[in-house]
């Protein structure tokens, strides 16, 4: 069978986890009818993954499945950053009488030892009586590093790691990376024709894509820790850039970044701003303004919303691994945590900086089945600045990771050829 | 069901027939877990029905099954121009004391009454006592018109049909395509980087895509009459533009059309026209040499060929639909038979031709994850000649049929929105 494969990753998995559950919470079983065995319990553990959507940062949103005699008697997903892991909430969700002898489908290698804020995983599902662990995929964390493991089969348990390894880490992604990588993931995202276009000379990019490649897209900015985009998206779409169309749970609302290097955003429209700064509770998203430094004190216009902006300066445009620097910098100082994930959605010009800097780690393409032609808002084009023309053998060639079909969209998902924990 | 799916057509399908099948004839069972019952058994008569391919033209290459009892008893393949359909061949494969009573599964529509060579395989199917025939798809075509149907009905026979109908539609796409249109159905092919280029600034394009794309496109060399391509391309690649590499059959190598206005042929090399004419039996594939009038008497170089070169004038570059009229005649004046499709395989600058004067019927499109850069061979961009810049809402856009990863490429199939025969 493996030779006529025709997908990476087993059907509808991708980066954004199982894709039809991202675009509807209430898709029904059954849901995976080229599975069997380990292998559908574990794509119901990856689905139950999904319900820790956001919530988990920057911890992985683990998911777990406990199975007795043939059916499902617990299931959960790890809880806000400091609560209850994956394990622990399938475990709290059994009837107790039923544990005793079951299998847990957990979809990162439980934590052993002394893990952070929480007592160890493994321990949980020794005590709970599981006879057998079915893993998907190990932890490079430092602190996790196999401990877990070890631990339970000491204690008996057998153990089994491997299974639906690759639709795993496309979902553990940001964590996986990060741990590689100790600076802020990034992923890139845009929406295409065939010959590159994201917009048409005339800046108009509503819509090259469908509305459910659209719902896609706000489930993925709960995903990643921050959106980015340039001053020129915001100047000409007004954007809100938040995760209001996704499919449930709704856990949060990104923090955004602005590359504004002209300070451009000191003439925006009282109506972008407004679209922009969408939430003022003073615990929602922040905004991260990186931009010209002369730009010392915030111009009138954004003095209203000064509690929701974080003022970064722009050394060196030249320099973008060193302004994402300062911004994992800001943002753990403001909030205590990493900076794990940032998500650029364009514009060309933006995403094109990044991919020549080789700064993006994934992404996400929509490519529509059309030609728009133009001059401007290209990917892989600048539109100051010097332009490559690369001999053939030095392009830059992603690891592709998912092909599918949203409607009339082409979903394309890749990863930098740097991350080894595919192979 | 149905809201979740996430292709177009049941997986592994495309205009190609059933791709694992397209890349490897030995492809085993089982070969369609996500399949059963009469889905199950008309995806196999689809891949029956690859057999046929290349020889059956300008008939379809229909597949047909037949199953008694749960088990197969018989299958077959349209075989060469003029002699047995599908129906026929499967009925003659069988044993004869196990087709009272079966279910014949076949991918287009029956003929009835008097179909040009062959008796109607209606009559075949009724005098061998099936007493179900289901069909994928129907057909079209005048003299089919459902007569076929209608004469299975008054038998007595039970009859079903639009079981896996848009995977039928899309293997026989250019003969169903071909009754709409009346002249060539021109397929664009390539394979380009998300920048749209389909080479670098040197022209080198050899490889964007991988070893099993290369492999499909052998195949579809089978499938389609003729290979089109810009003298361009034939100086810097070289091309034999045979079928090779394709899995088996090898029933055949298509007819070649070079394009070139300028007639840029006659200065080729000699390892150009070796490589061009590959073949020498007095029966195989003809050069259509399209090119400057001026060019009334074959250049010394292509004296030695004369006999496999048909010389086609271009009067007007511009002109392209009135080309591929003069080709479909000078085709059936030849060989006494309809043209019925092109596939056309670049450079750039021949697909975006077709593309903008809206003659490209359908698509392959392997898109490799990554970037080339530069500012020549590029997909929907003319290097001489006035550019277009559309606004966003009067881009070209086709309707996707298809997308799944071969390796490293993505492949995308889509047709233009002008059938109206998938609704």
Redesign the interface.
Known sequence: ?S??R???LE??FGLGGW??RA??AS?QA??F??LKGDKLWMAEALVAAMEGIGRSSPNPAVGALLVQGGLVIGQGATETYGALHAERVAINSADVNALQGSTCYVTLEPCGGLNGKQPPCADALINAGITRVVVATNDPHIKAGGLGLTQLKNAGIEVESGCLAAEAKAWHFPFLAYQDKQSPIIIGKWA?????HL????N???W?SGSRSRRYTHWLRQKYDAIMVGVATVLHDKPRLTARESALPHARDPHKIIFDPSARLSSASAETLTALFDKTESLGPIVYWCTDPRTLTLPPVLLPYKDRIEHLPIVDTHNLAGLLAHLAAAHRKRFGRDLQSIFVEGGAQLLTLL?RADLLDA?H?F?????????RN????LERGE??????MQ??????L?????????L?E?VHRRYQFWS
């Open positions: 069978m030779d006529i025709l997908a990476i059907s509808g894709i039809p675009l509807d898709v059954p849901r009818p080229g295409q024709t065939l010959d590159g917009a048409d000379d005339d108009h990019s509503q090259i991919m992404c393409i490519v529509r089945a059309g030609i728009l032609g133009g001059s290209r990917i892989g084009r332009n490559l023309s690369l001999p053939l392009r830059t060639d992603y690891k592709l998912t092909t599918l079909a949203i409607d009339d969209d082409v394309i890749c």
